[in-house]
T-cell receptor, first 118, second 114 residues
Framework: QKEVEQDPGPLSVPEGAIVSLNCTYS??????FMWYRQYSRKGPELLMY????GNKEDGRFTAQVDKSSKYISLFIRDSQPSDSATYLCAMSAAAWYAGGTSYGKLTFGQGTILTVHP | NAGVTQTPKFQVLKTGQSMTLQCAQDMNHNSMYWYRQDPGMGLRLIYY???????DKGEVPNGYNVSRLNKREFSLRLESAAPSQTSVYFC?????????????FGPGTRLTVL
């Protein structure tokens, strides 16, 4: 079983739709949660970052973390054709060192391919 | 400011050939990473370098070697390429390897091993 599971899609929605992207995970040590966006033939770029449980909003994007269910989501409101990309969730465990600094390598989901058609 | 650059962009190898993938960053970052991306598998960490002079294995290091040449450059070498190494390879860098540090990715190298 993979530590992080993500529905690969593909997901096709009309312009203006609300999109929900999800990941589940099994490692309860994950504390840092990210969403990366990857356009075709490009490298991933960080879209959203959250720490522990809760919501974070940035424009049309909202990231949610439910640690009790080991489930994270990314919502895209008023989706646009320019949102068409692969969305990857990523997580990092907290490994605390002296001084309160946490180090941890990223574990990625498989990525969900999203197409928003006009 | 180019960010993270990778060469070459594309490469075709025959089984058993060797090659080195080059990566450079101009953001003065301490940490650098090599990932491979395969369909249905997401990004998997091959090797990383937390700081100049150090390298460590990631999730899938077999068949690869790395060199942190200096603070800017981190290369990935395939000594004897195998078809299972056909993949897209991404280099990334971050200020440090703290959990809160954003990783910035290069454009990738698409490698096919015949």
């Amino acid at each position: 079983q993979k530590e992080v599971e993500q529905d690969p899609g593909p997901l096709s929605v009309p312009e203006g739709a609300i999109v929900s992207l999800n990941c589940t995970y099994s490692n309860s040590a994950f504390q840092y949660f990210m969403w990366y966006r990857q356009y075709s033939r490009k490298g991933p770029e960080l879209l959203m970052y959250t720490y522990s449980s809760g919501n974070k909003e940035d424009g049309r994007f909202t990231a949610q973390v439910d640690k009790s269910s080991k489930y994270i989501s990314l919502f895209i409101r008023d989706s646009q054709p320019s949102d068409s990309a692969t969305y990857l969730c990523a997580m990092s465990a907290a490994a605390w060192y002296a001084g309160g600094t946490s180090y941890g390598k990223l574990t990625f989901g498989q990525g969900t391919i999203l197409t928003v058609h006009p | 400011n180019a960010g993270v650059t990778q060469t070459p962009k594309f490469q075709v190898l025959k089984t058993g050939q060797s090659m080195t993938l080059q990566c450079a960053q101009d953001m003065n970052h301490n940490s650098m990473y090599w990932y491979r991306q395969d369909p249905g598998m997401g990004l998997r960490l091959i090797y990383y370098s937390a700081s100049e002079g150090t390298t460590d294995k990631g999730e899938v290091p077999n068949g690869y070697n790395v060199s942190r040449l200096n603070k800017r450059e981190f290369s990935l070498r395939l000594e004897s390429a195998a078809p299972s190494q056909t993949s897209v390879y991404f280099c990334a860098s971050s200020e440090d390897d703290k959990s809160t540090d954003t990783q910035y990715f290069g454009p990738g190298t698409r490698l096919t091993v015949l």
